[in-house]
């Protein structure tokens, strides 16, 4: 069984810290994703990442995906009230395009 | 530009009650698309999904079905619903390989 471990679980922190959020698994992906979930919605897309190595940004978001495409971090820099919110990765299976493995999600709060 | 609709956004339902859950696309064809299950402020479970009108892959076994019979259109069901489906449903689709679109969700309380 696939699994893809996300950490930490819950996180809160002050406005203005850095914050970094990883998944890790024993796996190998083809792409991996990240997105982010308010309360009552449903979870939006931030960033795909395909290539061993690659690291993109968003805004004061850090996405890298891991040489081996085993694992992936999130980095956020200066956080804001506004970046409050669950943060799921996701990788996608090298065995079917169909299907994803979920991370069990990171509860990010930060207090202004 | 695609969207997703899904309905209801809430739902109240006694245990041994039907159910049904609808989702739509618009603005894309032949879509892939997912049915989730999340526990509260927790990862999601795939439910289902399909690749195809009429074509419906179920990745755990349990006590809901689902049909796709339009291309746009995918349909969560239950006979009779038990109080252990009770979560936050949530509809997705994609084009193959890339990144989901999720519906807004519908938060079912079976009581």
């Known amino acids: 069984t696939q699994l893809l471990e996300q950490s930490p679980q819950f996180l809160s922190i002050q406005e203005g810290e850095n914050l970094t959020v990883y998944c890790n698994s024993s796996s190998v992906f083809s792409s991996l994703q990240w997105y982010r979930q308010e309360p009552g919605e449903g979870p939006v897309l931030l960033v795909t990442v395909v290539t061993g190595g690659e690291v993109k940004k968003l805004k004061r978001l850090t996405f890298q995906f891991g040489d081996a495409r085993k694992d992936s971090s999130l980095h956020i820099t200066a956080a804001q009230p506004g970046d409050t919110g669950l943060y799921l990765c996701?990788?996608?299976?090298?065995?079917?395009?169909?299907?994803?493995?979920w991370g069990a999600g990171t509860k990010l709060i930060i207090k202004p | 530009s695609q969207t997703i609709h899904q309905w209801p956004a809430t739902l109240v339902q006694p245990v041994g009650s039907p159910l049904s859950l609808e989702c739509t696309v618009e603005g894309t064809s032949n879509p892939n698309l997912y049915w989730y299950r999340q526990a509260a402020g927790r990862g999601l479970q795939l439910l289902f999904y399909?690749?195809?009108?009429?074509?419906i892959s179920s990745e755990v076994p349990q006590n809901l079905s689902a049909s796709r019979p339009q291309d746009r259109q995918f349909i969560l069901s239950s006979k009779k619903l038990l109080l252990s489906d009770s979560g936050f449903y949530l509809c997705a689709w994609s084009p193959l390989g890339y990144g989901y679109t999720f519906g807004s969700g519908t938060r079912l309380t079976v009581v």
């Open positions: 996701a990788g996608a299976r090298l065995d079917s395009n169909y299907q994803l493995i």
């Open positions: 399909s690749v195809g009108i009429g074509q």
